[in-house]
T-cell receptor
């Protein structure tokens, strides 16, 4: 069985500050890991994914995430927040014979001017 | 190019009514997923199609929920005798292949409100 825990349902940062959204996963086999972003009234859009090619993954809009097997983590970061980054962010895990991803509960990113 | 589209975008149903939600995936995408997203939650898996075959329906919450993809493209999720607990956003996603490492492309969702 696989699961995802996103610590913090809301994260608030100032514009220009570092963004750190936490994701820990549980999987019995090497996983595929994803970060998706959801803007209001829209579907989810892929930010980046880990598929074992490299532990540091760069995505769109300046986001990146690092796969740390020892910590079972895949935290999402961005050096400098922009107002347009305000959205809901979801971490997801799949693999181990299952093509069905398991999503976390999401973290709402709030960016203050 | 065209992405995944869903219709209607909003649906209000009286308790006990039947509803049908449509998903148009990206052309040529083999895999199609349906999810239910409650307010403030992540997407919860409902069912999975590979072409026209429904390979997994383990997430459907009751036998009132039924999904089909008869020609391997458009899919319909049907909910019979709707209940208030069915109120949620229903998301459809498609993927070009069958690997669990494939990106999923999501539609905007259908927001169902059952009164």
């Amino acid at each position: 069985a696989q699961s995802v825990t996103q610590l913090g349902s809301h994260v608030s940062v100032s514009e220009g500050a570092l963004v750190l959204l936490r994701c820990n996963y549980s999987s019995s086999v090497p996983p595929y890991l994803f970060w998706y972003v959801q803007y209001p009234n829209q579907g989810l859009q892929l930010l980046l994914k880990y598929t074992s090619a490299a532990t540091l993954v760069k995505g769109i809009n300046g986001f990146e995430a690092e796969f740390k097997k020892s910590e079972t983590s895949f935290h999402l970061t961005k050096p400098s927040a922009h107002m347009s980054d305000a959205a809901e962010y979801f971490c997801a895990v799949s693999g181990g014979g299952s093509y069905i991803p398991t999503f976390g509960r999401g973290t709402s990113l709030i960016v203050h001017p | 190019g065209a992405g995944v589209s869903q219709s209607p975008r909003y649906k209000v149903a009286k308790r006990g009514q039947d509803v049908a939600l449509r998903c148009d995936p990206i052309s040529g995408h083999v895999s199609l997923f349906w999810y239910q997203q409650a307010l403030g939650q992540g997407p919860e898996f409902l069912t999975y199609f590979q072409n026209e075959a429904q390979l997994d329906k383990s997430g459907l919450p009751s036998d009132r929920f039924f999904a089909e993809r008869p020609e391997g493209s458009v899919s319909t999720l049907k909910i019979q005798r709707t209940q208030q607990e069915d109120s949620a956003v229903y998301l459809c996603a498609s993927s070009p292949g069958t690997s669990p490492g494939n990106e999923q492309f999501f539609g905007p969702g259908t927001r169902l409100t059952v009164l």
